[in-house]
Nanobody, 118 residues
Framework: QVQLVESGGGSVQPGGSLRLSCVAS????????MGWYRQTPGKQRELVAE???????NYADSVKGRFTISRNNAKNTVDLQMNSLKPEDTAVYYC????????????WGKGTLVTVSS
């Protein structure tokens, strides 16, 4: 089992910045990806950004150039720096940990709300 604890989030005006952090604990996989997804009411959860333990990244087109993902493998943490926030970025953001072993296991944080509004 992997436990995820998120921090950060909150309310910000358009154009502002926020930083999300997530720490993983428990049975850490040697091969893993950590990332952030988001969800709004009535919509499916969507990938925002993810990063492998080796440093490869993947971003949603809608956040490229505005959001930056980073991680500390020694501390099992992943951060998401969100700049130039837009109202359409408003969502519940979930930390994700994907462990690759004999099977692929997905773990989720409880979510943190980000609201972008004037």
């Amino acid at each position: 089992q992997v436990q995820l604890v998120e921090s950060g989030g909150g309310s910000v005006q358009p154009g502002g910045s926020l930083r999300l952090s997530c720490v993983a604990s428990g049975s850490i996989f040697r091969v893993n990806t950590m990332g952030w997804y988001r969800q709004t009411p009535g919509k499916q959860r969507e990938l925002v950004a993810e990063m492998t333990a080796g440093g490869s990244t993947n971003y949603a087109d809608s956040v490229k150039g505005r959001f930056t993902i980073s991680r500390n493998n020694a501390k099992n943490t992943v951060d998401l720096q969100m700049n130039s926030l837009k109202p359409e970025d408003t969502a519940v953001y979930y930390c994700n940990y994907r462990g690759v072993g004999p099977v692929v296991m997905d773990y989720w944080g409880k979510g943190t709300l980000v609201t972008v509004s004037s």
